[in-house]
């Protein structure tokens, strides 16, 4: 079933011309702030004129749509169970991107079979003609429907935070996608730290571990400051960076954001479809 699947995507790769960045944003536990950190990037990443699609992957606690205070008519239980497309599901979202809302609360949705997560990576591919960057706001862990879309991306943005806790999972999902596939582009983002030294700290603590036993270098995606100002705004259903534009959480994510824009416009290797090819052919 596997093999007939990647030789279905390998096809398919042959004759699709890509043009997104596909960036996926897991965590190794919850509580660390990763959708947070994906709704408020895709605003700055929109307000510096990048065509980008959210799609909340997080399935069955999906929270994006809460954060943007939309409310979904169609969701990605509707389009798992065949009643709509991703494009269907596309949201307006606050600061100018696309949200494709998740489903919350549906326990199906956390365990889905291969040949609905092929399908869905298929439909992704079709929405990199109309976008700049698309991001996937992964579940927490390493379920294979993370592992799927992270394996579709171009680029992993792991969110930790400087909780032990929070540090070891995160080592823990880096060093199950670096044994899968070593050449992954694995970036850290330490959120809700004291200030960049704090950060910086972190970062090098889980650097120091993936070189030394994954042999895998990664990289500094930065850090965001713990600020009362985000609390308020998730309270306020409204993305952090609009609603305290100034605030030193959303100068954070504006040092991000332009990081990731300049990498927007590099050339891309694999396309999604042929690295989710290989991956299912092992």
């Not at 991703?86 to 809302?101: E, T, V, W, Y």
């Not at 919350?104 to 992704?124: H, P, Y």
């Not at 994954?214 to 009362?228: C, E, I, K, M, N």
């Not at 100002?229 to 959480?249: G, I, K, M, Y």
Request: proline share 4%; with cysteine.
């Amino acid at each position: 079933m596997l093999t007939d699947q990647a030789e279905g995507l390998r096809k398919l790769a042959r004759s699709t011309r890509r043009h997104a960045r596909i960036v996926a944003i897991a965590s190794g536990k919850g509580g660390v702030g990763k959708s947070n950190v994906a709704v408020n990037l895709a605003v700055r990443l929109s307000m510096m004129g990048r065509r980008v699609a959210l799609l909340d992957a997080d399935l069955g606690t999906a929270n994006a749509d809460v954060l943007c205070n939309v409310t979904p008519v169609c969701d990605l239980a509707h389009v798992v169970a065949g009643k709509g497309t991703l494009a269907d599901a596309m949201l307006d979202a606050p600061g100018g991107f696309r949200l494709i809302p998740g489903a919350s609360g549906l326990a199906k949705m956390a365990a889905l079979g291969d040949f609905e997560r092929a399908s869905l990576i298929q439909q992704i591919s079709q929405l990199e003609q109309d976008f700049d960057l698309i991001l996937i706001d992964t579940g927490a862990g390493v379920s294979p429907n993370v592992l799927s879309f992270i394996f579709s991306a171009d680029q992993l943005l792991v969110v930790t935070t400087p909780e032990p806790t929070a540090i070891t999972d995160a080592y823990a999902v880096i060093k199950i996608v670096a044994r899968q596939r070593a050449n992954t582009d694995v970036r850290v983002l330490v959120n809700m730290v004291r200030d960049a030294e704090e950060g910086r700290g972190v970062f090098k603590r889980i650097d120091t571990v993936c070189r030394r036993f994954l042999r895998l270098s990664t990289q500094y995606a930065g850090h965001v400051v713990s600020d009362p100002r985000v609390s308020l705004a998730v309270r306020r259903r409204r993305p952090f960076t609009l609603d305290s534009p100034n605030c030193e959480a959303s100068a954070c994510i504006g040092q991000l954001a332009h990081r990731m824009d300049r990498h927007a416009i590099e050339p891309r290797g694999d396309g999604l479809l042929r690295r989710m090819a290989m991956w299912l052919a092992g």
